[in-house]
Every structure is written in structure tokens, then in C-alpha cells.
T-cell receptor, first 117, second 111 residues
């Protein structure tokens, strides 16, 4: 079975450019999470969706960040304009409600390594 | 106070050693607990869930102390392949809600 798919795997861009990160969750999963990981701050939640609806975007750093989930199999995270401090690894994860509701496993994609110069 | 705190390490141990990691969490209402493993330049992967009664999976034992709000992971007979960063993870709610990650404890098992 395919896991969570993210693209691109690596992105190098210049400050001020628009960056779009893409995620395809595991088929059948109904929750999708975007995380960002840096050495200084570790893994931080940016936003998450349940059944394609954004539930909590309080982790989005500022208005330069936006995320969409137009259908159950695709989500994007956009940064416009990008800044050097956005350099990080961005992970997408998905999960589904199981029989034991408090023990759902989140499956992570391989991440997108973003470097903003 | 950070929500989930871990000793960053690194823990450098010889093969065959037993090593233990602890983690503390700040929210007493937290519902579920996990250990994730993250290899260098890879994504986090679930290692094991942590149950109130404690649980074991081969060489790995996880325990939860709700009264003291800490979680532990014990690795027996360490292998070179155990070298990774171990992330302590807490879910504040039940259901499909975000996980709160510690920054991780780095383990290096040396031959």
C-alpha cells in the first residue's frame, strides 16, 4: 500500500517566491495534518483537516501561509511570499478514526525539505 | 513550561546495553501517549503506544505514570539499528486530533 505521498521532496527557492507543497494522504484516511520541523522548535502543528474541513489553523505562522484540502486525496500548503525563516522540513500526516478512538496512528509522509535563500 | 519535555541527549551506549528515556508532559488531561522513532533525514514513525498498565514489544518497554505525568521508554539489548531520535508524543484529546511532540532524545548505539 502506498503511504502518504509528498512533493516535492526538496525545494530551494529565493526569498519572496511562492512555494507550494503537496500531499496525498493514505486512501481512506479522513484526517490530514501539516507539521513543520526545525532544530530549534522541533515538530510543530501548522493546521489539520477532518473530512477535508480545516479544524484548527492556529499553528499557521502568519498570513503568508495557507492550506487547502479540495478533496479527500489531496492537500496543499502554500507560502507566499517565502522568507528564509520558513526554511524547515514540512511533513504531512494522515490518520483515520479507529475502533479505539484515542489510539489512532498518524502516518507521516517523507517530508519536503524547504530552503529559502 | 513546554507541553512535552525530553532530555535531548545524545545517549551514547554500547551494543547490548539497556537504556531508558523519560519524558514529562504538562497537561494532566492528556488522553493518549506514544513513542515515535525518527531516523536521520526521515519521517517520524510510530514505535509504540503507551498504556496506563505499561506495555512491552520485544526489547522495548513503555510505561506511563499519570500521577507524575511522565512517560518512559526502556530499550534492552541495544542494537546498532536502534540508533535514532525517539520522540515522546502526547494527544491532548481523543479522536483524530493533533499530536504534541517532544523535541526528541537522540540515541547512538556504538559497536
Amino acid at each position: 500500500d502506498a503511504g502518504v505521498i509528498q512533493s516535492p521532496r526538496h525545494e530551494v527557492t529565493e526569498m519572496g517566491q511562492e512555494v507550494t507543497l503537496r500531499c496525498k494522504p493514505i486512501s481512506g484516511h479522513n484526517s490530514l495534518f501539516w507539521y513543520r520541523q526545525t532544530m530549534m522548535r522541533g515538530l510543530e502543528l501548522l493546521i489539520y483537516f477532518n473530512n477535508n474541513v480545516p479544524i484548527d489553523d492556529s499553528g499557521m505562522p502568519e498570513d503568508r501561509f495557507s492550506a487547502k484540502m479540495p478533496n479527500a486525496s489531496f492537500s496543499t500548503l502554500k507560502i507566499q511570499p517565502s522568507e528564509p525563516r520558513d526554511s524547515a522540513v514540512y511533513f504531512c500526516a494522515s490518520s483515520s478514526i479507529g475502533q479505539v478512538v484515542y489510539q489512532e496512528t498518524q502516518y507521516f509522509g517523507p517530508g519536503t525539505r524547504l530552503l529559502v535563500l | 513550561r513546554k507541553e512535552v519535555e525530553q532530555d535531548p541527549g545524545p545517549f551514547n551506549v554500547p551494543e547490548g546495553a539497556t537504556v531508558a528515556f523519560n519524558c514529562t508532559y504538562s497537561n494532566s488531561a492528556s488522553q493518549s501517549f506514544f513513542w515515535y522513532r525518527q531516523d536521520c533525514r526521515k519521517e517520524p514513525k510510530l514505535l509504540m503506544s503507551v498504556y496506563s498498565s505499561g506495555n512491552e514489544d520485544g526489547r522495548f518497554t513503555a510505561q506511563l505514570n499519570r500521577a507524575s505525568q511522565y512517560i518512559s521508554l526502556l530499550i534492552r539489548d541495544s542494537k546498532l539499528s536502534d540508533s535514532a531520535t525517539y520522540l515522546c508524543v502526547v494527544n491532548l484529546f481523543s479522536g483524530n486530533t493533533p499530536l504534541v511532540f517532544g523535541k526528541g532524545t537522540r540515541l547512538s548505539v556504538i559497536a
